[in-house]
């Protein structure tokens, strides 16, 4: 894979792509919720991850002091992510590409859905 072209198509939910050990990883991340509503699971990493939205729009739930933030990114945009969050389909053809350090640690917490 190195030094020659490949793919980003993938099917699964998550697939990494190419990895420097040790210091960073890139994925294709394809949310499995059809809306935020479906999320019961937050997850936040010990480390930024930084999300591209690339095809077609895609959500990010995120979850600040308890206060929740949906955004819709279309293809091309990007943000930086340090909280608890997950993602949400907004357009089946949609997807993240991630960034992200190899060594981390993740927490996982319930969400408060009033």
Known sequence: MVNTPFSLKTNDR????????????????????????????????????????????????????????QYILNPNEAIVVTEYHNGFKVDPLGYFIVVEQTDFTTEFKARNIK
């Open 14 to 69: 998550w697939t990494i792509i190419a990895r420097d050990e040790k210091h960073w990883q890139v994925g294709i991340y394809h949310p499995e919720f059809n809306s935020p509503d479906e999320i019961s699971i937050l997850e936040k990493h010990s480390c930024p991850e930084l999300f591209i939205c690339a095809n077609a729009p895609c959500g990010l739930l995120l979850q600040f002091n308890e206060k929740e933030i």
